[in-house]
């Protein structure tokens, strides 16, 4: 509730009006009480002047734009962002798995940074095209589909050049007949060892989410295009035709990207895996891969060979965090349904910890896997989609 206060009395000559308002900044008017009018009393122009004062106020306060932890009744908030504050309550609400949510929280962070980073940037004037809005605009979508929040059911298929009446049987896997073929050639060859194999399965999954991803990416895109064609006139579409190339770009380069995994993952299939193999973790496989396809010298390579290795046991703490993470979900669900409630509080408070690093350390990956992505496509400013 914002109260006001007034009061005239002489300034000199003419008389002035002298207004105070508190939960807003302090404001005083001074106005000559001939300029008031007849027709105005100094009370009612009181009460407009710190209405008004009131609504920008609050319209324009940081506490709208950016929640702050606040009074006794409300819960901290978790992003600086209000839209990814609302994302992040429903995730919250939903059916979710821990593993699941914890990666979700993992994406909204890295999107949190990159939009604050935005805004810095708009200030300074450095994003005139309104590029990195519309990209920053379609990873929040994409996030959103990622996660099954975009109030759409997920019907999109896996791609594939493969034919449609491929029927599914006992060894498909992977949902894509070419992914499914070529692991049951892989799982029945005598070239792999059970650890080989192993390692190799964790490709083919991770294969098999690059393909899903694309998608997303691609029906993202698509319907984006299709709403700019039904708001934007004609003058207006030819300032867009920039940043729908970028788009574009965008999708040939991620195209690019599956197509050269899947011949790797038909190469190992085929010949088993090489003596000279320098990772197991499929997301820095796919960094070397693409290192070695790029201009990058052969001390560059060197120097970023060995940050891939600090980054893959990174990956796979993260990985065994989000194992233990599951496990404590499945101890608490049972120690739910024993009624002790000191038991429960312990177990309560391990999970809560537990998550919280498993959540810490994934925004960490995120962003390592970030700024290497970056230095490997030397586009520095460019942000991963999901």
Not at 357 to 384: A, V
């Amino acid at each position: 509730m914002m109260h006001c206060s007034q009061k005239t009395r002489p300034f000199g000559s003419p008389d002035w009006l002298a207004l105070g308002c508190r939960d807003t900044q302090l404001v005083v008017v001074l106005i000559p009480s001939p300029f008031l009018g007849s027709s105005m009393k100094p009370q009612w122009f009181a009460a407009a002047l710190c209405l008004g004062v009131g609504v920008m106020a609050g319209k324009y306060s940081r506490e709208v734009n950016e929640p702050q932890p606040g009074g006794a009744n409300e819960q901290p908030v978790e992003f600086r962002i209000a839209k990814l504050n609302q994302v992040w309550e429903k995730a919250k609400r939903m059916q979710m798995s821990p593993v699941r949510q914890a990666e979700l929280h993992s994406d909204l962070k890295i999107q949190e940074k990159d939009e604050l980073q935005w805004k810095k940037l708009k200030v300074e004037g450095l994003d005139e095209s309104g590029e990195k809005e519309a990209q920053l605009r379609r990873n929040f979508h994409v996030i959103l589909a990622k996660y099954g929040m975009d109030g759409k059911r997920d019907t999109r298929p896996l791609e594939s050049n493969s034919l449609k009446e491929h029927e599914p049987n006992e060894g498909d896997t992977f949902e894509d007949p070419r992914l499914d073929k070529l692991w049951n050639k892989a799982r029945n060859s005598a070239k792999f060892s059970e650890e080989d194999l192993e390692n190799l399965k964790k490709e083919f999954q991770h294969h098999k989410e690059k393909i899903h991803e694309y998608n997303i990416l691609m029906d993202t895109v698509s319907r984006t295009e299709e709403t700019h064609k039904n708001v934007i006139s004609p003058l207006e579409g030819d300032a867009t035709e920039p940043a729908l190339q970028q788009k574009h770009t965008e999708l040939k380069q991620k195209m690019r990207d599956l197509n050269h995994g899947f011949e790797r993952l038909r190469k190992i299939s085929h010949e088993g895996f090489s003596e000279d193999s320098e990772f197991r973790e499929p997301r820095v496989i796919e960094l070397w891969e693409a290192a070695k396809r790029s201009n990058l010298s052969r001390d560059e390579l060197d120097s970023l060979k060995e940050e891939l290795h600090h980054f893959e046991t990174k990956v796979e703490k993260h990985i065994h965090y989000k194992e233990q993470l599951e496990l404590s979900h499945q101890k608490l669900q049972h120690v739910e349904n024993l009624g002790d409630k000191e038991h429960l509080r312990r177990t309560q408070e391990k999970y809560n910890t537990l998550s919280e690093k498993t959540r810490e350390m994934g925004y960490k990956m995120k962003k390592h896997l970030q700024e290497l992505s970056n230095k490997i496509s030397g586009q520095g400013l460019q942000h991963n989609e999901l």
